[in-house]
């Protein structure tokens, strides 16, 4: 499949100090909308799961109305855009958690092309700003891609360097964590790389962005996490059933696919993971978002999403 095509399916292209920046599972205070699970975890949307003709008060509102306490968003490159999305979370009470990086996909740091990777780290500073600008702590990042140019040693190797000399100092000085996603780029395919590749930048600010579900193909998320433990900053959830001996699969709604959700909630309770977790499947409706909800509400109960 195409490099984007995993957010195309799904529909979701779009457009505290430094101690709590850098703790995997700090907390923020939630608003009035929703309490936060007995579990610790807190509720999040991606921000292309919400009705797309809505503006963004009108979309940041129905979030906390149908009980979601965060967003994510996409890079947004234009100052005013982002300025308008900073005043208008904060009039609807919905805390930005984290930013999507945009550029990764195009422009990887595993590119032998300096131009590529020079438009790469311009977007990931751009994210970054954003982060800061919102509030947000933390910074999705997929390092790089392993194609029939760009052997598995080179990605390694040139993604670690660009980000140790070019973006790493820009997340210190902002105070933002670098989250680094596994994801269907052929690259950090077990839980043991993405472990040894966070540590050795050495650096609180370089955590795992856990995405439970990516691994399906070829793991567990349940191991996955008691694999990273402390390093896990953020997490998105999304489940699909896979056509056993096929190489296929079927995205789903939370509960109705191949995820184990009692195993997953165990391992985040075992390694004392207490952050945002944020929903990035479909979209829909007020009663849609408000389901997806309930779901997430039986996941972090340690229970099965749909009875």
Do not use: C
């Amino acid at each position: 499949m195409k490099t984007i095509d995993r957010r195309t399916f799904l529909g979701t292209v779009a457009g505290a100090g430094a101690l709590a920046a850098v703790r995997p599972g700090t907390s923020f205070a939630a608003g009035a909308a929703s309490q936060p699970a007995a579990s610790g975890l807190k509720k999040a949307v991606y921000i292309s799961m919400l009705p797309k003709e809505l503006g963004y008060l009108e979309k940041f509102k129905l979030a906390r109305e149908v009980g979601f306490e965060g967003v994510e968003i996409g890079t947004i490159a234009e100052a005013a855009v982002a300025e308008e999305i900073r005043d208008v979370a904060a009039k609807a009470g919905l805390k930005i958690h984290s930013v999507m990086n945009a550029d990764h996909w195009r422009f990887p740091f595993s590119s032998a092309d300096a131009g590529v990777v020079a438009k790469g780290v311009a977007g990931m500073e751009a994210s970054l700003r954003n982060a800061r600008l919102w509030g947000a702590d933390t910074v999705l990042l997929v390092p790089g891609v392993v194609d029939a140019q760009t052997s598995y040693k080179d990605a390694w190797t040139r993604s670690q360097q660009v980000i140790r000399e070019r973006v790493l100092p820009m997340a210190q000085e902002m105070k933002v964590v670098i989250g680094i996603e596994e994801v269907w780029n052929k690259f950090l395919l077990s839980p043991l790389e993405m472990a040894r590749y966070v540590d050795e930048f050495s650096s609180p600010w370089v955590k795992a962005y856990l995405d439970v579900g990516n691994m399906l193909f070829y793991g567990f998320p349940q191991d996955w996490i008691r694999t990273l433990g402390p390093r896990i900053v953020r997490v998105h959830v999304k489940d699909f059933k896979l056509e056993r001996g096929e190489g296929r699969f079927a995205w789903k709604n939370l509960g109705e696919g191949d995820v184990d959700w009692p195993a997953v909630t165990k391992a985040f309770m075992d390694v004392g993971y207490r952050g945002w977790v944020t929903t990035e499947i479909n979209g829909g409706d007020e009663a849609y978002l408000k389901d997806v909800v309930s779901r997430l509400d039986r996941i972090f109960a340690g229970q099965k999403p749909i009875v």
